[in-house]
């Protein structure tokens, strides 16, 4: 594994309705390589993110979002 970069980013996420789209979204985040941990909120439409800035960033998460069918944008 890598280091200890343990960066957060915030992402304003579109188009969840439900339970199952959090997860969705969530698992989307998580499988990418660098991702520790994404804690999605559907009230709030976020997701906060965890993750090594040298491995992966905010365009890798916004098109992993996209390509699951929802909207994500940097909060
Ligand atoms: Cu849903």
Known sequence: M???ANDKLVLNITGMTCG???MTVRKALESLRGVKEAVV???EGK???TYDPAQVGAEDMIRKVESVGYGAAQA
């Open 2 to 4: 890598t280091g200890n």
């Open 20 to 22: 199952h789209c959090v």
């Open 41 to 43: 909120s559907l009230d």
């Open 47 to 49: 997701a906060v993110v």
